[in-house]
């Protein structure tokens, strides 16, 4: 799976988060975003790459994942 410019490979029984298309508009969604710094918490975050994608656009944000998968963390 690619976004950003890299690609992302989830592990053991950890699901995608969505299809490549969706991810791809979920990208040019965080882009739009005004660049001021944002609290996201993400509950069930799984693999963790929409987290992940947030937080390397928005680098002065705090972004904390969760889920309840230990294979996921």
Not at 21 to 43: E, F, S, T
């Amino acid at each position: 799976m690619e976004a950003l410019g890299g690609k992302i490979y989830p592990l053991g029984k950890v699901w995608l988060p969505t299809s490549q298309r969706y991810l791809i508009k979920y990208c040019d969604l965080i882009k739009q975003l005004a660049h001021k710094p944002y609290n996201v918490l993400d509950l069930g975050c799984g693999c963790g790459i929409l987290s992940f994608l947030f937080a390397k656009a928005h680098k002065k944000s705090k972004v904390i994942g969760v889920d309840k998968n230990p294979a996921a963390i």
